[in-house]
């Protein structure tokens, strides 16, 4: 089954301790992203990558930092998490890099952290 | 940076009436997608509008395109308890993947 996958769904850290979240697309997709949403606020885009080693930033990339060294995998790393990164957060891929915002975007089911 | 403005932020129906939601942009869009999202779920894509004055339909959806393509709606008709969540509108204005607040759909009892 064609899918993103997130891991995990829900934490709950302290402030100061690394953290990974996971991001994984069977598809074949070269571009990806992440989205942080919160209440009223929509969906805000942390970072994005047009394809395997190629990364930017999106509107809200302090604090946050991403890889892609494989093509399936998009990891978003937290160094030294915040209260302010309390968010339900969101990883995305669509088909094709170069066209990216006329593929749609395939999400995966949310993580949910919570830092105190 | 460049914003979109989606209204309402809230809309309570009674099942079986009519819901819109607005999408707007001061500047001149190249496409726009649509995505649903259910309480506790994830964003789905609906739909994708491209040209000027474009109307899609999907059911009960209908989805409109601005003829100067600075703005969007999508209208529910005869809503049903299967339609509760919050509607983004995404649009893209030069290569930039913007999103609307959402309009939360709710169902009154």
């Known amino acids: 089954e064609a899918q993103v996958t997130q891991n995990p769904r829900y934490l709950i850290t302290v402030t100061g301790k690394k953290l990974t979240v996971t991001c994984s697309q069977n598809?074949?997709?070269?571009?990806m992203s992440w989205y942080r949403q919160d209440p009223g606020l929509g969906l805000r885009q942390i970072y994005y990558?047009?394809?395997?080693?190629?990364?930017d930033k999106g509107d809200v990339p302090e604090g946050y930092k991403v890889s892609r060294k494989e093509k399936r995998n998009f990891p978003l790393i937290l160094e030294s998490p915040s209260p302010n990164q309390t968010s339900l957060y969101f990883c995305?891929?669509?088909?094709?890099?170069?066209?990216?915002?006329?593929?749609?975007?395939?999400f995966g089911n949310g993580t949910r952290l919570t830092v105190t | 940076g460049q914003q979109v403005m989606q209204i309402p932020q809230y809309q309570h129906v009674q099942e079986g009436e009519d819901f819109t939601t607005y999408c707007n942009s001061s500047?001149?869009?190249?496409?726009i997608q649509w995505y649903k999202q259910r309480p506790g779920g994830h964003p789905v894509f609906l739909i994708q509008?491209?040209?000027s004055g474009e109307v899609k339909k999907q059911k009960r959806l209908t989805f409109q395109f601005g003829e100067a393509k600075k703005n969007s709606s999508l209208h529910i008709t005869a809503t049903q308890t299967t339609d509760v969540g919050t509607y983004f509108c995404?649009?893209?204005?030069?290569?930039?993947?913007?999103w609307g607040a959402g309009t939360k759909l709710i169902i009154k009892p």
């Open positions: 995305a891929s669509s088909l094709s890099g170069g066209a990216a915002y006329n593929s749609p975007l395939h």
């Open positions: 598809m074949n997709h070269e571009y």
């Open positions: 990558s047009m394809n395997v080693e190629v990364t």
């Open positions: 500047t001149t869009l190249s496409n």
């Open positions: 509008l491209v040209k």
């Open positions: 995404a649009p893209r204005s030069n290569y930039q993947l913007i």
